[in-house]
């Protein structure tokens, strides 16, 4: 009985702090998406300007659709942002744009753990899809092997967020650092800003902690199968 309500409790944890942290992310962006910073600089428009203050005017910025799907694509030396971040001039607008920027700073400086990040996507692809995949054949067929593989896979997943955690740091850092140099924003917007990248932020410790508990979930579930 014990076991099976840890079992459970992990999983509504789980699905708890996930949920908390979409929901601060999405409530902060929500919030500072309406508030016009002093300047009424759009979030291509400071991003273009962080790009060639720091030499890399060769990385060109496009405007992509969705709600917060604002990314820097290394590959492609492109900086992609949502509609709302690339022709907003909200607060939110120049705090995500400008976190973008950091992404293509720490490649120009070859950071560390960009890298890294970098080399595991293909891994990451591959484990994202075959790590339940071999669990459910595993339960299916009966074998511990497959089940244990598929663990594995989950084991890769929660290396790549772990390391995707000081990149997104970092970068927001970097953002901070460059929205107070520039003056993009003046000192209660900066704070904003940060209350935002905060938030963001947090939604990668919520995935790291998420995917601990599920190794630790589907350990607790098919490690007794051996005794």
């Known amino acids: 009985m014990n076991y099976y309500f840890i ?9 708890f702090i996930t949920l908390i942290a979409q929901i601060f992310v999405s409530s902060s962006y929500n919030k500072y998406s309406k508030v016009r910073n002093e300047r009424g600089m759009s979030g291509k428009d400071a991003a273009r300007y962080l790009l060639d203050k720091n030499g890399l005017n060769d990385i060109d910025i496009i405007e992509t659709k969705g709600v917060l799907t604002d990314h820097y ?14 022709k907003g001039n909200s607060v939110a607008s120049i705090a995500v744009a400008c976190h973008e920027c950091g992404h293509a700073i720490q490649d120009k400086e070859n950071y560390t753990f960009l890298r890294i990040r970098s080399s595991l996507v293909p891994f990451v692809n591959f484990s994202s899809y075959a790590g339940y995949f071999a669990i459910v054949l595993g339960c299916l067929f009966g074998s511990l092997n497959l089940i244990w593989i598929g663990i594995l896979a989950e084991v890769v997943i929660l290396l790549f967020q772990l390391i995707t955690l000081p990149v997104e740091i970092n970068a927001s850092k970097r953002a901070l650092k460059e929205l107070d140099y520039s003056h993009f924003l003046n000192s209660n917007e900066l704070k904003q800003g940060k209350t935002m990248l905060t938030a963001a932020a947090l939604t990668y410790v919520a995935s790291v902690a998420s995917t ?15 005794d």
Not at 77 to 85: D, F, T, W, Y
């Open 73 to 86: 694509d290394p590959k492609n030396k492109v900086i992609r942002l949502s509609s709302n971040v690339y």
């Open 212 to 226: 601990l508990i599920e190794i630790l979930r589907l350990v607790l579930m098919f490690g007794r199968r051996e």
């Open 7 to 15: 079992v459970y409790g992990l999983t509504y944890i789980a699905i």
